[in-house]
């Protein structure tokens, strides 16, 4: 089964220095997709980056990137310059495939990083 | 703003009543996923719809349905509810059936407590 792996339950960063959120997965798909979310004490589910298992280059947004590793099965999120915002819980999620199914999207989830940012 | 719409927010109510929880996804977004965020079970997946139809169910309890409308809305039905059901219920959109998106929007969520 396919399975999405967050081993840092807490991180603390200093404000303006930049973080990396480890991700690792495990599929026998050759095409999948993996997901980066932001949790805030809100409690809302904010998109932040996407990577597509074909794509050859590492996907960016702003000041979030993605350290896509295939041959490892790591999808590391990269926050630079942090901000007191950035603070929150993030989520690495995969789009699942199911053999012999319709398509669907449904994701599965990590356990989720807590990111505290210091000023 | 993801542009997805849930209702209510928060949801208080008492074991083995029935709630109904609504979505509304993003205009031209035709796949609704709902799922739940619990202290011990963390996010998973209940259920997905497209264009109407069931297209795939994940840990759905039995006391759970949901269903989509031609309007694409959709609604997730609780019933008989235990102390167990409360937590954080999202609902998300997406323009297709599946594999080919690169994104897939949260609603706000709808947090519900059983006492």
């Known amino acids: 089964a396919q399975k999405i792996t967050q081993t840092q339950p807490g991180m603390f960063v200093q404000e303006k220095e930049a973080v990396t959120l480890d991700c690792t997965y495990d599929?026998?798909?050759?095409?999948?997709?993996l997901f980066w979310y932001k949790q805030p004490s809100s409690g809302e589910m904010i998109f932040l980056i996407y990577q597509g298992s074909y794509d050859e280059q590492n996907a960016t947004e702003g000041r979030y990137s993605l350290n896509f590793q295939k041959a490892r099965k790591s999808a590391n999120l990269v926050i630079s310059a942090s901000q007191l915002g950035d603070s929150a819980m993030y989520f690495c999620?995969?789009?699942?495939?199911?053999?012999?199914?319709?398509?669907?999207?449904?994701?599965?989830f990590g356990q989720g990083t807590t990111l505290q940012v210091k000023p | 703003d993801s542009g997805v719409t849930q209702t209510p927010k928060h949801l208080i109510t008492a074991t083995g009543q029935r709630v109904t929880l609504r979505c509304s996804p993003r205009?031209?977004?035709?796949?609704v996923y709902w799922y739940q965020q619990s202290l011990d079970q963390g996010l998973q997946f209940l259920i997905h719809?497209?264009?109407?139809?069931?297209?795939a169910k994940g840990n759905i309890l039995e006391r759970f349905s949901a269903q989509q409308f031609p309007d694409l809305h959709s609604e997730l039905n609780l019933s008989s509810l235990e102390l167990g059901d409360s937590a954080l219920y999202f609902c998300?959109?997406?323009?297709?059936?599946?594999?080919?998106?690169?994104?897939?929007?949260f609603g706000p969520g709808t947090r519900l407590t059983v006492l």
């Open positions: 599929t026998s798909d050759q095409s999948y997709g």
């Open positions: 999620a995969m789009r699942e495939r199911e053999l012999g199914s319709s398509n669907t999207g449904k994701l599965i």
């Open positions: 205009s031209g977004d035709l796949s």
């Open positions: 998300a959109s997406t323009r297709s059936s599946g594999g080919e998106d690169n994104e897939q929007f």
């Open positions: 719809y497209y264009n109407g139809e069931e297209r």
